[in-house]
């Protein structure tokens, strides 16, 4: 009979913790997803033109789903080859392949490419990747030209991928002459990401 107390205590405070986690992660999201709303809001940050800012409706972010948390696993290219995107100017710029993310969400499996900036022009952009997609939710719930995602390089063989933190390039919401990266169809998600900044 103790046992069974035992054990049922042990999964409760397992359960307790769990949630204890989960609650964090969630108020973590939150703050970042906040932090995005105040960069346009504020008219020191905001891409936004003078003009703009009058008709602009804010941020909007799906519900935050932790399923779209993936752990991906890393498949890191020897040879690092430049590409050339286009973006929404006309303009192109360029761009290194640095590792292939293999993930799944609801047990269907995806993979994305990872880039690095190939002409890095200030030093906090050194340990930046770039994730660029598009999903079934581009060109309805969200910006036709894709969302993008912030990554720092890692030693490891993983990497934490959370669509929650997914944003639209500033394009999506001003016409300031920005040159946004258009994601390339490799990085196709063929699924909807029902989560980050939606239209």
């Keep these: 009979m103790r046992m069974n107390y035992l054990f049922l205590f042990l999964v409760?405070?397992?359960?307790a913790f769990t949630q204890v986690k989960?609650?964090?992660?969630?108020?973590?999201?939150?703050?970042?997803?906040?932090?995005?709303?105040?960069?346009?809001?504020d008219s020191t940050t905001t891409p936004l033109a003078r003009s703009e800012r009058k008709d602009f409706e804010g941020i909007h972010h799906f519900p935050i789903t932790l399923k779209y948390r993936a752990v991906a696993q890393l498949e890191k290219f020897d040879q690092k080859d430049t590409v050339?995107?286009?973006?929404s100017s006309g303009?192109?710029?360029?761009?290194?392949?640095?590792?292939?993310?293999?993930?799944?969400?609801?047990?269907?499996?995806?993979?994305?490419?990872?880039?690095?900036?190939?002409?890095?022009?200030?030093?906090?952009?050194?340990?930046?990747l770039f994730l660029p997609f598009t999903d079934l939710t581009s060109n309805n719930e969200t910006y036709g030209g894709g969302r993008y995602i912030d990554l720092e390089i890692t030693d490891a063989n993983t990497i934490l991928i959370d669509f929650n933190l997914c944003?639209?390039?500033?394009?999506?919401?001003?016409?300031?002459?920005?040159?946004?990266?258009?994601?390339?169809?490799?990085?196709?998600?063929?699924a909807k990401i029902k989560a980050g900044v939606k239209n």
């Design 12 to 15: 409760s405070a397992l359960s």
């Design 22 to 41: 989960k609650d964090s992660i969630i108020k973590n999201i939150k703050v970042e997803q906040e932090k995005l709303v105040k960069f346009y809001l």
């Design 84 to 87: 050339i995107f286009p973006t």
């Design 91 to 128: 303009k192109k710029k360029r761009y290194i392949k640095y590792a292939k993310a293999n993930f799944k969400i609801d047990g269907k499996k995806h993979s994305l490419v990872l880039y690095r900036m190939a002409d890095i022009k200030k030093p906090e952009y050194a340990k930046l």
């Design 167 to 190: 944003y639209q390039p500033y394009c999506a919401y001003s016409h300031n002459g920005w040159n946004c990266p258009i994601p390339p169809q490799e990085n196709f998600v063929n």
